[in-house]
């Protein structure tokens, strides 16, 4: 699974005032990896003009992942659900030639967390015949009863 995105009229400049979405949804098992092979939009300190903004999730409750403009995007960006949302918007001036990247999925890694081990204390125990029997040992009754004879 994977793809390509790129800006309205790439490699050409965007139009102006432009709003893009894409959202990419995959099975459950799956993350989603996007990588930017050219990308050049109009610069700015804090991306107010034109941008990329990368998000997890549905578009309806997204996470920011990244905004990127000018030159000097991330180039590689991995979501960590199954579902990644991408916004490009432009402005009403300056356009550049835009971007492509391309996104392809990924096995997602679960990560186990390993349950706590809980020691065994001394406590009441069931012997071999059902009934509890109180004798602070840390084996089976079973395995204390075996006799050893030497021959």
Request: net charge negative; charged share 20%.
């Amino acid at each position: 699974m994977s793809g390509v995105m790129q800006s309205s009229r790439y490699p050409e400049n965007y139009p102006v005032d432009l709003l893009c979405q894409w959202v990419i949804q995959l099975p459950p098992q799956y993350r989603i990896r996007l990588e930017f092979m050219d990308f050049e939009l109009e610069a700015s300190t804090s991306c107010q003009y034109d941008f990329v903004l990368v998000m997890d999730g549905s578009p309806s409750s997204p996470t920011a992942l990244g905004k990127f403009c000018g030159n000097s995007s991330k180039s590689v960006v991995d979501s960590r659900t199954n579902v990644m949302t991408v916004l490009f918007k432009s402005d009403e001036t300056k356009t550049k030639r835009g971007f492509q990247a391309y996104w392809y999925a990924q096995p997602a890694i679960i990560n186990v967390t390993p349950s706590p081990i809980t020691p065994k204390v001394p406590s009441t125990e069931i012997n071999g015949t059902g009934e509890y029997q109180n004798d602070n040992k840390f084996l089976p009754n079973f395995l204390t009863d075996i006799v050893y004879s030497q021959n």
